[in-house]
Nanobody, 130 residues
Framework: QVHLVESGGDLVHTGGSLTVSCGTSDLTLDFYAIGWFRQAPGKEREAVSCIRGKFSTSGTDVVYADFVKGRFTISRDRAKNTVDLQMNTLKPEDTALYFC???????????????????RGRGTQVTVSS
């Protein structure tokens, strides 16, 4: 069992910025493609972004959903064993529970990112006030 832990969620104003982070002590995140997802109450789960893993044999290096392109940036902090999602120019419609997930080793990022991941965290709440 892999426990992913998200952090960094907060309440921000429209136009603000926030960085959420995904970490674990159970495996080396750099070895796996990692996806960020979100789900708002009453809405479907959405894939937000994905970053390729060191051993991914297919797929794209980095993928963003159209609704976050140009505003969100996914990156790795290998020293901290985290995958971060920097979110800029936040909008009220970005309000959701954001969670990260791992894909099987050797799996890359599809476009859009697949919802068929292995392990996911419980998420961190991002709320954007208008």
């Amino acid at each position: 069992q892999v426990h992913l832990v998200e952090s960094g969620g907060d309440l921000v104003h429209t136009g603000g910025s926030l960085t959420v982070s995904c970490g674990t002590s159970d495996l080396t995140l750099d070895f796996y493609a990692i996806g960020w997802f979100r789900q708002a109450p009453g809405k479907e789960r959405e894939a937000v972004s994905c970053i390729r893993g060191k051993f991914s044999t297919s797929g794209t290096d980095v993928v963003y959903a159209d609704f976050v392109k140009g505003r969100f940036t996914i990156s790795r902090d290998r020293a901290k064993n985290t995958v971060d999602l920097q979110m800029n120019t936040l909008k009220p419609e970005d309000t959701a529970l954001y969670f990260c997930a791992t894909y099987p080793m050797n799996t890359g990022c599809s476009d859009p990112p697949s919802l068929r991941y292995d392990y996911r965290g419980r998420g961190t709440q991002v709320t954007v006030s208008s």
